[in-house]
């Protein structure tokens, strides 16, 4: 069965700390893995990985995908409270496009 | 460019009642997708409709659910008759359609359907 795993469920830091999560899976037919940003409503997207090793940034926020260790990293570095969301990591499958979510990291940032 | 909008946000029925959820993609965008969170558990897709017609329903939990996207644009997620373990949120999301290359899915804000 495909699966996503992410790590920690939960994290509670103090503003400007840098705070890594972490997502690993298991799937079949891999095509790309997704980070989002979920707040109140919508999940935001934030990054698309395909390939091993090539860094995404974005202001404070960078990812990197290992495609044969099978995980990825978000990192966030100088945390606002803004920062504080629900991260979910997804796996979009080749052979079907629907995305495999895991269960997601609540991050709060505290002042 | 307006996002994924979905309708209502909040819906409180009692079991047995009959629900419609419904997705307005965003503009040009030729996939739809369905997606459930029940308490507790991730994100889990239901269904993939390219234009009008579905590509993937294997996410369907049973035959009370029934989705539809006449004419290719919005669509509506039918629940009959609903059931308590219905409950979570339904997320929609839409990606542009690129023929099998990556493509990346936007999602609503969700409708949380809660069967009392």
């Known amino acids: 069965e495909d699966k996503v795993v992410q790590s920690p469920l939960s994290l509670v830091v103090h503003e400007g700390d840098t705070v890594t999560l972490n997502c690993s899976y298991e799937?079949?037919?891999?095509?790309?893995l997704l980070w989002y940003k979920q707040e109140k409503k919508a999940p935001t997207f934030l990054f698309m990985l395909t390939s091993s090793g090539i860094e995404k940034k974005s202001g404070r926020l960078s990812s990197i995908l290992d495609k044969k260790e099978l995980f990825s990293i978000l990192n966030i570095t100088a945390t606002q409270t803004g920062d504080s969301a629900v991260y979910l990591c997804?796996?979009?499958?080749?052979?079907?496009?629907?995305?495999?979510f895991g269960k997601g990291t609540k991050l709060t940032v505290n002042p | 460019e307006a996002g994924v909008t979905q309708f209502p946000s909040h819906s409180v029925i009692e079991k047995g009642q009959t629900v419609t959820l419904r997705c307005d993609p965003i503009s040009g965008h030729d996939n739809l997708y369905w997606y459930r969170r029940v308490m507790g558990k991730e994100i889990k897709f239901l269904l993939h409709?390219?234009?009008?017609?579905?590509?993937?329903e294997s996410g369907m939990p049973n035959n009370r659910f029934l989705a539809e996207r006449t004419g290719g644009t919005y669509s509506t997620l039918k629940v009959q008759p609903a059931e308590l373990e219905d409950s979570g949120v339904y997320f929609c999301a839409s990606s542009q359609g690129r023929g099998g290359l990556v493509d990346t899915q936007y999602f609503g804000p969700g409708t949380r359907l809660t069967v009392l």
């Open positions: 997804a796996v979009e499958l080749a052979s079907s496009e629907k995305l495999v």
């Open positions: 409709f390219v234009k009008e017609s579905k590509q993937d």
């Open positions: 799937v079949t037919n891999f095509r790309s």
